[in-house]
T-cell receptor, first 114, second 117 residues
C-alpha cells in the first residue's frame, strides 16, 4: 500500500515533443506528490510538486496533472529539449507529524533527441 | 549556500571491510535522510532523523547497517561488515520537513558510489 508505481521505465522523444510520465498510488493518506529530476552523477532535485486539492499545476514547461479519484498523477514536459534528458522520479508522502517521508517511484529515463 | 555535502564520492573496498559514509546537511535543516539507489530496487529510504534523533529506520536492510547523527551538522552511515550486494549509490538528503503547513523539498547530495569487491 506504500508503493508508487511509475511508467514507462524509459522514454525517447524528439525535440519539441511532449513526454508524459505516469504514476499511480494506493494509499489515500498520501497528501503531497513531488517530481524529482536526476542527472547522471548527481542527486535528485525537486522539479515540481502538487497537493491533492488541485487537479493541475504548471511551472514553466512542466505540468503535473492529478486525478484524485483514480489515484493517478502524471508529469508533462512541454516543448521538450535535449537538456531535459534525465531520470524522473515521482514520489508521494503523508504528514507523519512534521516529517516528509517520501516513497519514490522506480524512475523513468527520458531521452530527448534532436 | 552550500548544498548537502557527502564524502567520499567514490569508495571501493573489499568484502568484509567496514565502510563509513559521511554527510553534512544544509545548515538549519532539521530532517536528514539516507537513501540507497540501485538499478534493481530504485531509490530506497534507509533511515531518517529529526533534530538528530532517528525517527524511522525500517528501511535499514540488516544489522550490518547503522546510522548516527551526533550533531545537527553531521551524520554517518556505516556498513560493517560490507558485502558485494551493498554496492550502490548512497544519497543523503536534508529538509525543513513541513514548515508552516507546506511540505519543504528534500535537498540531495551528489551521493557516494560504493563498490564492494
Amino acid at each position: 500500500q506504500q508503493q508508487v508505481k511509475q511508467s514507462p521505465q524509459s522514454l525517447i522523444v524528439q525535440k519539441g515533443g511532449i513526454p508524459i510520465i505516469n504514476c499511480a498510488y494506493e494509499n489515500t493518506a498520501f497528501d503531497y506528490f513531488p517530481w524529482y529530476q536526476q542527472f547522471p552523477g548527481k542527486g535528485p532535485a525537486l522539479l515540481i510538486a502538487i497537493r491533492p486539492d488541485v487537479s493541475e499545476k504548471k511551472e514553466g514547461r512542466f505540468t503535473i496533472s492529478f486525478n484524485k479519484s483514480a489515484k493517478q498523477f502524471s508529469l508533462h514536459i512541454m516543448d521538450s529539449q535535449p537538456g531535459d534528458s534525465a531520470t524522473y522520479f515521482c514520489a508521494a508522502s503523508m504528514d507523519t507529524g512534521g516529517g516528509n517521508k517520501l516513497t519514490f517511484g522506480t524512475g523513468t529515463q527520458l531521452k530527448v533527441e534532436l | 549556500d552550500a548544498g548537502v555535502i557527502q564524502s567520499p564520492r567514490h569508495e571501493v573496498t573489499e568484502m568484509g571491510q567496514e565502510v563509513t559514509l559521511r554527510c553534512k546537511p544544509i545548515s538549519g535543516h532539521d530532517y536528514l535522510f539516507w537513501y540507497r539507489q540501485t538499478m534493481m530496487r530504485g531509490l530506497e529510504l534507509l533511515i531518517y532523523f529529526n533534530n538528530n534523533v532517528p525517527i524511522d529506520d525500517s528501511g535499514m536492510p540488516e544489522d550490518r547497517f547503522s546510522a548516527k547523527m551526533p550533531n545537527a551538522s553531521f551524520s554517518t552511515l556505516k556498513i560493517q561488515p560490507s558485502e558485494p550486494r551493498d554496492s550502490a549509490v548512497y544519497f543523503c538528503a536534508s529538509s525543513l520537513g513541513i514548515y508552516r503547513g507546506f511540505n519543504q523539498p528534500q535537498h540531495f547530495g551528489d551521493g557516494t558510489r560504493l563498490s564492494i569487491l
